[in-house]
């Protein structure tokens, strides 16, 4: 088991920067992929950014590309992900994830509990 708790969300301004930390415990994380998701009233929770055991290889959403910046640190047990240039449609609840594997999927085995981001224009 893995558990996940994410921290750092909060309310900012368009244009302006959050950075989310994914604090895990219960088993190393150099053994998972680390995945960043958001999610929506009234839709479906999607993908954000993923980032393998190692932190080599890394995937994005196209809508935030070149805006945020996913990373891990395996000595800490963390993951970050770093949002900048933030717009009002980034507002969502963010959830980070670990899984085995690595890919751009929603079906991470393990979740967080999520934290909220809110942008105002």
């Known amino acids: 088991q893995v558990q996940l708790v994410e921290s750092g969300g909060g309310m900012v301004q368009a244009g302006g920067s959050l950075r989310l930390s994914c604090a895990a415990s219960?088993?190393?994380?150099?053994?998972?992929?680390m995945g960043w998701f958001r999610q929506t009233p009234g839709k479906e929770r999607e993908f954000v950014t993923v980032?393998?055991?190692?932190?080599?290889?890394?995937l994005y959403a196209d809508s935030v590309k070149g805006r945020f910046t996913i990373s891990r640190d395996n000595a800490k047990n963390m993951a970050y992900l770093q949002m900048n240039s933030l717009k009002p449609e980034d507002t969502a609840v963010y959830y980070c994830?670990?899984?085995?594997?690595?890919?751009?999927?929603?079906?991470?085995?393990?979740w967080g509990q999520g934290t909220q981001v809110t942008v105002s224009s």
């Open positions: 994830a670990a899984d085995p594997g690595y890919s751009a999927s929603t079906t991470f085995r393990y």
């Open positions: 219960g088993r190393a994380l150099r053994n998972y992929a």
């Open positions: 980032i393998n055991w190692s932190g080599a290889g890394t």
